[in-house]
């Protein structure tokens, strides 16, 4: 009743889904979101949480006692409330962000709003759109437009104050900290950094004690100072081969590093500023820390979550406070969980749930009382008791290698000899499946598909050295796991041999027709949604080439422009000679359209059966909702040509070339 309760006052309920019988429901799909993500205030008196809003995500803040909604904050159109953060039960600040696509997550804008909790007093206090700050010094207005905020360690100062991170926009210029009233926006200097574009740690009294950024050289360092002291650098990866990361303080002042190893995944380390010696707390056999776990209503790190084969949580010391409380709601709540935040005091805390087959739930636990109550679900339509199971995959690569991923079976059916999707991610660097809830595997399940999700080479989550291995090998290594992962889940007698496609966006979409290229016989289809298809175009045209950094990041990466003509798609067109979907925004930044219509061309020309949508208006991922339910009601109906799969309910959107 709770969550329905809150789903009506949000204006979040909509009327009957209908769907014809026998089609897939694209609208259980594509629905956005009740809620993305919720935080206490610093006496529990209120919750605020982020509401995606199609066009925008607002900011709802509710009286914990009955729910009620008391204030609510709504950016303009395309912007996001992104971060926020509670400075005392009646101010909080909001960090923005902007978005353009599904695929693309917002991009911070460096800009902070605060407003109070029954959303009155709602003000810039700082960012590029405000053209002046609250202080009224001269130099500071002169220059408030080409500044960057964000909030630091997530941890607030004080109920009027916070400490920012502040950076200009100039890329050499160096960051530095400052302390904000937040009702005013008024900022004081605390600190430069020795380092552009630095981030900081704070010690629990709030003093700043790390600064880790990025030189020329696209190596991150790491500085250290004692209060009130200069800084020193404490390491950099050309010396010790890996980075190292602060993570926060324990209760005694002990630093913690989160530290790149030369083989396996990352570790916790305790470091000893005064010896350098540094102790192992934390590292789990298979995967990096994913989330850092803190003692609730402090910053001290206690332990992490990890994202393997399955999520679980592991601390520096089992039979602490903060373990034996995750002991506890973990066996009550039978599912995978992490607490959001807290009161001040740690008496009450915000915990979220969720698994491959549930979005996720928010419960509200009272330490004291031990009592939880659930809030509400972050998508309350969605039964996980019907949804599609989703479980691990671990293999080795031909090369050796291992290689963990997910499967996910449709719902009441058994893993034997189904038609098969095989979804490699986007990025490819720094990105992997974790085996969450995905709509669109969820939805290509609900077809009846089973969805294979490898981590191949070059994906994050599984150590630095397994990332750094698909380095320059676009169309090599990277493309042999997903065809190794493909032919384990055959031979395992999962996958029907003679009913597989391929189907991936961004560098998902270079993977999906690559591998029509490299093994004819083994997909029937392949679907590419806005991909990267010409790897020199990268060079010239795209984000990532757009400036110096950029270049040098993708000849160390993917390789250099004269050597990425054999290994791009477009050159290899007439080697496709299995059935091709293809979609494409014309506003698309990362992966310009343009790779898309010459790889139509080239497809056409070849006479390989290919079919096309485009959409001028959209950019790296189709935004508007009309486009989207379009896009799959296409997808699924060429899908199930060469599969057999269940088609939607036709859209009424019309493609604008």
């Known amino acids: 009743m709770r969550r329905m309760m809150m789903a009506v006052l949000l204006g979040t309920v909509c009327g009957g889904l209908s769907a014809t019988a026998g089609a897939v429901d694209l609208e259980r799909f594509l629905r956005e979101e009740t809620f993305n993500d919720m935080k206490l205030s610093p006496t529990g008196q209120y919750l605020a949480a982020t509401v995606p809003m199609g066009d925008s995500t607002a900011v709802a803040i509710l009286r914990c006692s009955d729910m009620q909604l008391v204030g609510a904050f709504r950016p303009q159109k395309h912007n996001h409330a992104d971060t ?46 405000k053209g002046s700050v609250a202080s009224g010094n001269h130099a500071e207005t002169r220059q408030a437009w080409g500044i960057a905020a964000d909030l630091m360690d997530a941890a607030p100062v004080g109920d009027s104050t916070a400490l920012i991170e502040v950076s200009l926009f100039s890329t050499k210029a160096s960051s530095q900290v400052e302390r904000m009233d937040v009702l005013t926006g008024k900022r004081t200097l605390v600190v430069r950094s020795p380092i552009p574009r630095a981030t900081f740690r704070t010690d629990a009294q709030g ?74 707390v934390l590292r789990d056999a298979v995967v990096d820390p994913g989330r850092i776990i803190y003692q609730p209503g402090t910053r001290i790190p206690v332990g992490a979550l990890f994202f393997g084969d399955t999520p679980h949580t592991r601390f520096f010391d089992e039979g602490s406070s903060t373990a034996r409380l995750y002991r506890s709601l973990e066996a009550a709540l039978k599912s995978p969980l992490f607490i959001t935040s807290s009161t001040r005091d740690g008496g009450l805390v915000l915990v ?46 031909r090369d050796g290698l291992p290689l963990h991923g997910y499967l996910t079976v449709p719902h009441g059916k058994e893993p034997k000899r189904l038609p098969l999707v095989v979804l490699p991610h986007g990025g490819p660097f720094g990105v992997f499946d974790d085996g969450s809830y995905e709509r669109e595997t969820q939805l290509l399940a609900d077809a009846g598909y089973a969805v294979l999700q490898i981590n191949f080479r070059g994906s994050s989550n599984y150590g630095f050295a397994h990332t750094t291995a698909g380095k320059r090998q676009w169309g090599g290594t990277m493309q042999d796991d997903v065809t190794d992962a493909t032919r384990w889940v055959i031979d395992q ?165």
């Open 207 to 280: 003093e700043v004690r790390f600064a880790t950024g990025f030189a020329d050289d696209r190596v991150r360092h790491a500085y250290y100072r004692e209060a009130g002291s200069e800084w020193r650098e404490i390491s950099e990866a050309t010396t010790y081969g890996r980075t190292q990361v602060p993570i926060g303080f324990s209760a005694e002042g002990q630093p913690y590093l989160l530290v790149e190893q030369p083989e396996g995944p990352d570790a916790i380390v305790a470091w000893d500023p005064k010896t350098d010696a540094r102790r192992t």
């Open 352 to 397: 979220r749930t969720w698994s491959g087959r549930n979005p996720g739930d928010f419960y509200l636990y009272d330490t004291v009382k031990k009592h939880a109550s659930l809030l509400t679900s972050r998508s309350h339509w969605i039964d996980a008791e019907t949804t599609a199971h989703v479980q691990p995959v671990s293999l080795k690569a």
């Open 84 to 129: 926020f953060e509670w400075f005392s039960d009646q101010r909080l600040v909001i960090g923005l962000a902007k978005k353009f696509g599904r695929l693309d997550a917002p991009q911070a804008t460096g800009e902070l709003y605060g407003i109070n909790a029954d959303g009155q007093d709602g003000e810039l206090l700082v960012g590029y759109r």
């Open 493 to 657: 007698g999962i996958a029907d041999r003679d009913r597989v496609c391929l189907y991936g966006a961004s560098y998902g979409a270079y993977a999906a027709m690559m591998g029509a290229i490299r093994e004819p016989g083994l997909y029937r289809c392949a679907a590419g949604y806005v991909g990267v298809y010409d790897l020199a175009m990268m060079y010239n045209r795209g984000d990532t080439g757009d400036s110096k950094t950029g270049r040098t990041y993708l000849r160390e990466w993917v390789g250099p422009e004269q050597d990425l003509a054999p290994r791009s798609v477009i050159a290899r067109a007439a080697d496709i000679k299995v059935p091709v979907f293809l979609a494409a925004g014309g506003e698309d930044e990362r992966a310009p359209i343009a790779h898309t219509r010459r790889l139509e061309a080239a497809l056409k020309k070849a006479g390989t059966p290919v079919e096309a949508l485009y959409y001028k208006t959209e950019g790296h991922g189709f935004y508007t909702p009309a486009h989207q339910r379009e896009y799959y009601t296409r997808l699924l109906a060429f899908l199930s040509r060469s599969l057999g799969g269940r088609t939607a309910t036709p859209s009424t959107a019309a493609a604008t070339p």
